[in-house]
């Protein structure tokens, strides 16, 4: 007697952004976490001084009113069971799936401490990171006080991160350069940013 197994195939599981109560953001994290679900609520520190001069370090949400969860889209129902969870972000389709390489470049940006929540931003000179931690991501350069940033953008949420950074660190990759000369038939360009490293 042969026992025949169906089964519905393994969903893979892709991270969602949760949109969410605003000010209620750990909570629904700390929620999700109990029931198991993978989650990543983005952070920053913020110094605050409060009426009787006392300073304080906050920990806040960088994306107020959203957080990430892995999940298989079969799982949405039990994500959104959980008080304070509205919706998750998509289309009239469905849910649509934060790229990985977005939220691997976020993670890296947070683990330097020197991230802060930014104006969401498309247009700029686009900037590759060609050294450090932060090696190979891609974002938009902006000049803030004295210093450069790295604005990086989460396109689904439409929200931005800006991270300090060294422009030693940079290299254009919007710049169309022009062949400054030839070197035995070969053209040689010279790309020349709009920024001078330090």
């Known amino acids: 007697m042969d026992l025949v197994h169906t089964s519905e195939p393994v969903q893979p599981a892709n991270w969602y952004a949760v ?7 750990k909570k629904v994290a700390d929620h999700l976490t109990r029931k198991g679900v993978q989650t990543f609520l983005p952070l920053y520190y913020s110094k ?4 009787n001069r006392a300073r304080v370090e906050l920990e806040l949400p960088l994306f107020p009113g959203y957080l ?4 298989a ?4 129902l039990r994500v959104l069971e959980t008080p304070g969870a509205l919706s998750l972000v998509g289309s009239a389709a469905g849910p649509i799936a934060v790229p990985e390489h977005e939220l691997a470049a976020l ?3 947070l ?19 060609i050294a450090g931690p932060m090696r190979g991501l891609e ?16 396109d689904l949420i439409m929200r931005s991160v800006a991270v300090e950074i060294d422009t030693c660190d ?12 030839e070197v035995h038939g070969y053209p040689v360009t010279k790309v020349q940013p709009s920024y001078v490293c330090k």
């Open 19 to 25: 949109y969410v109560w605003t000010r209620h953001e």
């Open 48 to 51: 605050r001084q409060w009426k």
């Open 68 to 71: 990430f969860t892995r999940i």
């Open 73 to 76: 889209v079969s799982e949405q």
């Open 107 to 109: 993670r890296q940006a």
């Open 111 to 129: 683990s330097l401490r020197k991230a802060e929540p930014h104006p969401f931003l498309k247009q700029g000179e686009r900037v590759r990171v």
């Open 139 to 154: 974002g938009i350069l902006i000049r803030f006080r004295q210093d450069y940033r790295v604005v990086l953008s989460i």
């Open 170 to 181: 940079l290299e254009p990759i919007s710049a169309k350069p022009a062949v400054d000369y």
